[in-house]
T-cell receptor, first 116, second 115 residues
Framework: AQKITQTQPGMFVQEKEAVTLDCTYD???????LFWYKQPSSGEMIFLIY??????QNATEGRYSLNFQKARKSANLVISASQLGDSAMYFC???FGRGGYNKLIFGAGTRLAVHP | DGGITQSPKYLFRKEGQNVTLSCEQN?????MYWYRQDPGQGLRLIYY???????QKGDIAEGYSVSREKKESFPLTVTSAQKNPTAFYLC??????????????FGPGTRLTVL
């Protein structure tokens, strides 16, 4: 069965520093997608970045980069130059095909606090 | 601006009542989804729909019902059969071309509380 594990329930970082949020996954599928979402206190899930299992280069989107290590089954999110507005819950998710649709499985999340 | 809207933002229900949560998108996405989030947890899939007039059960469909009469709309009804409906409900949509990297975009959510 597919599973996402986020081992850090909470993290804190100093403003302007970089931070890495861990995500490991378990799947026997060869084709899958890995996603990161941000959920501020307002509740909305905001899409940040994704990586396909066949992509050889790590994905980057502005200050976000995804450190994809396929052999280790890890997909860590790196946020560079943290800002106060980055304080939120962060969810890692894996997408795989099942029965004609893409199923998205979420981890339990990591709460990030950015300190001034 | 394109996006997904959900209403109401907060909803209170008495036990034994059915309530309907609205979800509308103007992104021209084919697929739409409903998720439930409980405190301190990730999201779990309730129902999904890839095309109009078709929808499928997700992992926790018991006590919920949906309809998809229009491409833009995917309302969720929480029935009295749902034993523990107090939760945060999120609607999402995506294109549908069969790629595992089809990104799901989410609405702002509805917080349902049963009194």
């Amino acid at each position: 069965a597919q599973k996402i594990t986020q081992t850090q329930p909470g993290m804190f970082v100093q403003e302007k520093e970089a931070v890495t949020l861990d995500c490991t996954y378990d799947t026997s599928d060869q084709s899958y997608g890995l996603f990161w979402y941000k959920q501020p206190s307002s509740g909305e899930m905001i899409f940040l970045i994704y990586q396909g299992s066949y992509d050889e280069q790590n994905a980057t989107e502005g200050r976000y980069s995804l450190n994809f290590q396929k052999a280790r089954k890890s997909a860590n999110l790196v946020i560079s130059a943290s800002q106060l507005g980055d304080s939120a819950m962060y969810f890692c998710a894996i997408s795989f095909g099942r029965g004609g649709y893409n199923k998205l499985i979420f981890g339990a999340g990591t709460r990030l606090a950015v300190h001034p | 601006d394109g996006g997904i809207t959900q209403s109401p933002k907060y909803l209170f229900r008495k036990e034994g009542q059915n309530v309907t949560l609205s979800c509308e998108q103007n992104l021209n996405h084919d697929a739409m989804y409903w998720y439930r989030q409980d405190p301190g947890q990730g999201l779990r899939l309730i129902y999904y729909s890839q095309i109009v007039n078709d929808f499928q059960k997700g992992d926790i469909a018991e006590g919920y019902s949906v309809s998809r009469e229009k491409k833009e709309s995917f309302p969720l009804t929480v029935t009295s059969a749902q034993k523990n409906p107090t939760a945060f409900y999120l609607c999402a949509s995506s294109i549908w071309d069969g790629a595992v990297t089809d990104t799901q975009y989410f609405g702002p959510g509805t917080r349902l509380t049963v009194l």
